[in-house]
T-cell receptor
Framework: DAKTTQPPSMDCAEGRAANLPCNHSTISGNEYVYWYRQIHSQGPQYIIHGLKNNETNEMASLIITEDRKSSTLILPHATLRDTAVYYCIVRVAGGGFQKLVFGTGTRLLVSP | NAGVTQTPKFRILKIGQSMTLQCTQDMNHNYMYWYRQDPGMGLKLIYYSVGAGITDKGEVPNGYNVSRSTTEDFPLRLELAAPSQTSVYFC????????????????FGAGTRLSVL
């Protein structure tokens, strides 16, 4: 699996958009970008994933650059409950056994 | 739908004691996983299972054992507990039909916080 690089921490004001960057310059053509988050030591929670097109769901949007070497997770209107550690993970989708390689992620603090 | 359920939530063990961490899922997932998370660190894979009767080692299997007799249950056994096993343990499950491009999203339990003193 390709390695990812994320800033250790970010701040965001409540109601504003939170943009979390991730670098994955060694990503392979068949590897997807996945985002998970972990709220206050709870179990990680899946947010979104994508291959090369931008993706949006009820939780967030994922923007992947054209060369696929970096991506940005966007929380459009951050709330206090979005305070969490966000993990960017690159992995091959589907197939058989899949190991999730968690780094240290980005600690997002949403303030009033 | 309960999802992935782990018990107990907290446990304190003495050095040398043994215990079993329970994990059950009600989503009929074929894959199950055990991770540990040390303070300030990411998760590390201990063991995983691709179906009933099939288990394999992850990155940090030493000091642990698992079994998978049913689709729903995947207990983690600690033999001769050591202080280095103080950690938060997460169980997860996912569904894979073995097709390339499929989501294979992992769903996690709430964790078991274990202290070995």
């Amino acid at each position: 699996d390709a390695k990812t690089t994320q800033p250790p921490s970010m701040d965001c004001a409540e109601g504003r958009a939170a943009n979390l960057p991730c670098n994955h310059s060694t990503i392979s053509g068949n590897e997807y970008v996945y985002w998970y988050r972990q709220i206050h030591s709870q179990g990680p929670q899946y947010i979104i994933h994508g291959l090369k097109n931008n993706e949006t769901n009820e939780m967030a949007s994922l923007i992947i650059t054209e060369d696929r070497k970096s991506s940005t997770l966007i929380l459009p209107h951050a709330t206090l409950r979005d305070t969490a550690v966000y993990y960017c993970i690159v992995r091959v989708a589907g197939g058989g056994f899949q190991k999730l390689v968690f780094g240290t992620g980005t600690r997002l603090l949403v303030s009033p | 739908n309960a999802g992935v359920t782990q018990t107990p939530k907290f446990r304190i063990l003495k050095i040398g004691q043994s215990m079993t961490l329970q994990c059950t899922q009600d989503m009929n997932h074929n894959y199950m996983y055990w991770y540990r998370q040390d303070p300030g660190m990411g998760l590390k894979l201990i063991y995983y299972s691709v179906g009933a009767g099939i288990t394999d080692k992850g990155e940090v299997p030493n000091g642990y054992n698992v079994s998978r007799s049913t689709t729903e249950d995947f207990p983690l056994r600690l033999e001769l507990a050591a202080p280095s096993q103080t950690s938060v343990y997460f169980c997860a499950s996912s569904y894979s039909r073995g097709l390339a491009g499929a989501k294979n999203i992992q769903y996690f339990g709430a964790g078991t916080r274990l202290s070995v003193l």
